[in-house]
């Protein structure tokens, strides 16, 4: 049902900044709670920042706080992660993921979550 399609990554050098985008389909954007995530070679996949419906309130996990903002546009059907000071550390598979049942950011579950890109690759080096 709700396609969604991440891009922007790329091959950066620590300190830098990158701005990731994800698309999504469909007239009922503003009914879904919208989060990326990423996930490292050999690693489980992980939370970055979740954002609500009105892109009002937004949470983040400790490693990216300060470094890394997300939006949303509604009227685009879009979401966005502005990276900053981007580490080595940050080089994963970032993915968008869309939900129609999370109720407050910091209670979310995985299973939440039923909507994901494809990822879009972001290669920090040193």
């Known amino acids: 049902q709700v396609q969604l399609v991440e891009s922007g990554g790329g091959l950066v050098q620590a300190g830098d900044s990158l701005r990731l985008s994800c698309a999504a389909s469909?007239?009922?954007?503003?009914?879904?709670?919208m989060g990326w995530f990423r996930q490292a070679p050999g690693k489980e996949r992980k939370f970055v920042a979740i954002i609500n419906r009105s892109g009002a309130n937004t949470y983040y996990t400790d490693s990216v706080k300060g470094r890394f903002t997300i939006s949303r546009v509604n009227a685009k059907n879009t979401v966005y992660l502005q990276m900053n000071n981007l580490k080595p550390e940050d080089t994963a598979v970032y993915y968008c993921?869309?939900?129609?049942?999370?109720?407050?950011?910091?209670?979310?579950?995985?299973?939440?979550?039923?909507?994901w890109g494809q990822g879009t690759q972001v290669t920090v080096s040193s």
């Open positions: 993921a869309s939900s129609t049942t999370v109720a407050g950011l910091a209670d979310f579950r995985p299973a939440d979550f039923r909507s």
């Open positions: 469909g007239r009922t954007f503003n009914s879904y709670v």
